[in-house]
């Protein structure tokens, strides 16, 4: 099967390049290992310095970086914020040990598409990478109407991951959109919060879910300060209201 | 003990300071009472020599010494001061001396004393004959039968002269003589029988003034009859017990030689010697005229020099005792102090001087021809006398003795005075001691009890470490014992921080290289395996996951924590809250029944719904672990004292009473659950700190029956 997949991938001509920055050498090939599997063109790197010197010949498709890099504490922060420079489209995903409230916030304010902890499966990993990709690809695509959920003023496109209330964007970060959706498709129907986990193939506690739910609520309160379509079913979990 | 207790009996001990004065002062006291002894008896031996010399303003008679004996009738002639009233009462005399007993034969009692001024020699003489024979008509000793009182003295020209007393009535009388016809010059009154009665004018009223002109012989005609003798006068007292003679004969009627004898007018018996029975006897002793102002230039005050001749009868005295040094009133405390000061005087001999002699070792020693001092006691509780007696040598022979007194509380005054002081001052630095030590205690042992106080409440039993103690600032050596404490509590803080953090570093730590295993499973697994091997890969893969979910257990505290710092509060009604999440966990755990009981109105709080939700979630979780199948789990909400109590009751085993006030602390995990979850006792944990957040606390009790347990919350209202 390896010889079928790279075999595949070297005959495939845009083969996509994912770039990931990772200190943990076992970690890093075991990464790179899967999605090289996936048909990815993987290249590796262990800091930052090396990193950035290698994206600004070349920027890859994808990133995926680690908050902490060898010495550099915060060092993915950084590497982060200069890729944001150099490319606004760029996908970027945290890949981290660092599971703390902030550490996300912080990451994703930064420009980050997500922020996934690294008791991710290789497997949710890959569908996280295959999802991103698609919905860079589903943007420069016509709408597919199957995809569309419609709540509404909410609309959800399954296709390009993107949230629109009364038609304006709403910024989801890739979790949080899959809370959303999975939370719209059924309304009324109360989501408990390992089903949400589930919709969003994370392994979280509660409190993360919690906290993403907040998130969600404030950033379409951004778009529409009287929303309160997701309600709080005490002791099970929470429901998308009409 | 506490540190004031024995601070005080250190400071008890500087009672050591006026204990030692007493001893000082008792040194003190022997070495002065030693060369007070030495001085006197210089003294004394001084005087002594003196008086040598010139033995003839000593002795009334230098040449003789005879023995004095009252049986043969001596009498010693106390100096008078005053001129007594010739009234039948000795008391003025002023004389600390009773009367001797007359020598008698019979049963017939008399006693005498005698005393003179400068021109006179007074008789005192009570006789005990209680029936009164009162003296007839005229007299006449010889024959009448009468109480009398018979006075013999020898004159100055050696002849012996006789009177009587004898009245009809008592009063104020005069001595009469018989004066026989014939010229018999020698009167014989030892025989006296009836006589005929001369006449005797002895009208009290007539006798005194009149001294006219009857003395010696006056009337040749008649044979025998009785004169009186006006200048000889006497008052005669009738008592109960007989009657009492006070007399007065002029100095210059006699010499040293006087009889008395009391006859009885019934005869019964004579009391008292005549010339005749004891030619020998009747000696009168004298004291030397002049000898005490002699005396006087020797002595100081506060001493008295008394000197005694061979028969320690006082010849002459002077000084006075009772000059006093001190002079001031003593004061309580001074005889307060004295108890714990004065020389043991009780083996010291007591010492009874009498009117007339004095007696002691020291006179004793003296007259034998040795000076001598001593110290004596006059009586029980009085001060100590300091005597001291030398020989006055007349010829080489000893003639009597110089004998001075001195008082000891001269010294004692000197002494008092000294050590009263010392007692006061010592006592007062005593006192400051105490009081200084006392209260040096009290604050020592207060600051070591304010910190001992923040010792106990250093580690509150949320396991937080207070980390400033009392008196840190303080240069000794409490300062010093509290900044150790501060010191040990922060270390001991440092060591809790890392045990609290162990949890979420483990988890964070461990999270990398869980993470390469799990990864490395899945690629495995992507390389297509055998089922021998996939069977392998999925055990290592669940053994995987169970890690996973103990690290994630172990990091939850901190970020249960961290949200809980940035939760926000917003208004909520725990009624609606309760009810719908009760709902919720009626559908979740079907097993256990739930019952609900909540107040009627509605309950509004500011607080952070999520948490409390979470909170009641780990009660109720932690309630089905316990509740066998189909018992009830009651959740009860209530108001009590501006505090809402959430109180979740649950069937079941009870705790166990050690484990009650632990179970809400992180990390602890004592409990056996029903199921294979891990259990960290997070979940209590989270319980009392979402409980903290909304200034409320969290307990654990049993049921009063055993039948389960109660884990009640309260909430602040805010």
Sequence with gaps: MRCAASALGYDLPMKKQIAIVEDEPALRENYAAALARHGYSVKTYSNRRTAMQAFQLHLPDLAIIDISLEEEAEGGFDLCRDLRALSAELPIIF??????????????????????????SLPHLAARVAALFRRIDALKRPENAAEIVRRGAL????????????????????????????????????KNRQQLMDAANVVLDDNTITSHIKRVRRKFQQVEPSFDAIQTVYGMGYRWVE | MSIRLQLLIVALTTLVLPWAGCQY?????????????????????????????????????????????????DLYVYPLRNQPLLDGYQEDWDIAASPTELPSTTRYAARAQAGSTERYLYLYVEVDDRHFDPEPAN????????????????????????????????????????????????????????????????APAAASPQTGASPGVAAPPEPDRVVEEPRIQAYWLQTSAGYRVEARIPL??????????????????????????????????????????????????????TVVDAN?????????????????????????????????????????????????????????????????????????????????????????????????????????????????LTLLATAAAVALMFGLAT???????????????AVGKDGRIRLEMP??????????????????????????????????????????????????????????????????????????????SILSALGAAARVEESIKQAERVPVDLRDLLSSAVAGYRDGFPQVQFALDLPPMSCPIRGAPDLIVQLLDKLIENAVDFCPPGGTITVRLGLVEGCYVLEVLNDGPPIPEALLGRLFESLFEQREGRDDKPHFGLGLYIVRLVAEFHGGTAVAANRPDGSGAVFSVTLALI
Excluded at chain 1, 98 to 110: H, K, N, P, T
Excluded at chain 2, 161 to 182: D, E, N, R, S
Excluded at chain 2, 443 to 457: C, E, K, N, P, Q
């Design chain 2, 443 to 457: 604050w020592i042992s207060l600051r070591i009890g304010r910190l001992r106080t923040a010792a106990d409440s």
């Design chain 2, 312 to 424: 320690e009868l006082k010849l002459g005295t002077a000084g006075n005792l009772s000059a006093n040094l001190a002079g001031q009133s003593e004061d309580a405390a001074e005889v307060w102090y004295r108890r714990f000061m004065t020389v043991d005087t009780s083996k010291f001999p007591f010492y009874s001087p009498s009117a007339d002699r004095l007696t002691g070792n020291s006179v004793q020693a003296a007259l034998a021809g040795n000076a001598h001092a001593e110290w004596v006691r006059a009586a029980r509780g009085r001060e100590p006398l300091l005597t001291a007696a030398a020989p006055i040598m007349v010829n080489g022979r000893t003639r009597g003795a110089v004998f001075l007194e001195q008082a000891g509380d001269q010294l004692l005054a000197l002494r008092d005075r000294a050590v009263t002081r010392l007692f006061d």
């Design chain 2, 25 to 73: 002062a008792r040194e003190l006291e022997t070495a002065l009472r030693d060369s007070q002894e030495q001085s006197l008896l210089a003294s004394a031996g001084t005087i002594a020599n003196a008086l040598s010399a010139q033995p003839q303003r000593v002795f009334p008679d230098p040449e003789e010494s005879v023995k004095f004996s009252p049986e043969q009738g």
């Design chain 1, 155 to 190: 609309t959800i496109d399954g296709e390009k991951m993107q949230t629109t209330w009364n038609g304006g964007p709403v910024a989801l970060s890739l979790t949080e959109f899959w809370i959303v959706h999975a939370l719209a498709k059924n309304p009324g129907h109360v």
């Design chain 1, 95 to 120: 890949l981290t040990a660092r599971d703390s409230e902030l550490d996300a916030v912080s990451g994703l304010r930064l420009g980050a598409d997500d922020f996934l902890t690294k008791d991710v």
């Design chain 2, 471 to 548: 008196e840190s600032a303080s240069a000794d050596e409490i300062g010093a014992l509290s900044r150790g404490f501060e010191r040990l509590l922060g270390r001991l803080n440092e060591h809790a921080q890392y045990l609290r953090t162990l949890g979420g570093k483990l988890s964070h730590e461990l999270r990398t290289p869980l993470t390469i295993v799990r990864s490395s499973l899945d690629n495995l697994e992507s390389e297509g395996l055998g089922d021998d091997q996939r069977r392998y890969v999925t055990r290592a893969r669940e053994g995987a996951s169970r890690l996973q």
């Design chain 2, 252 to 305: 210059s009627f006699l010499r040293t030689r006087l009889w008395i004898q009391a006859h009885d007018g019934r005869g019964s018996g004579t009391a008292g010697a005549s010339a005749a029975q004891e030619p020998d006897g009747g000696r009168l002793y004298f004291t030397t005229a002049g000898l005490g102002d002699l005396l006087g230039t020797f002595v100081r005050d506060g001493t008295r020099a």
């Design chain 2, 139 to 202: 007299p006449n000793p010889e024959h009448d039968r009468f109480d009398r009182l018979d006075i013999t003295f020898r004159t100055p020209d050696g002849a012996l002269k006789t009177y009587f007393f004898g009245t009809a009535a008592p009063g104020l009388i005069a001595a009469q003589t018989l004066v026989k016809a014939q010229q018999p010059p020698l009167p014989d009154p030892t025989a006296p029988a009836a006589a005929s009665p001369p006449a005797a004018a002895s």
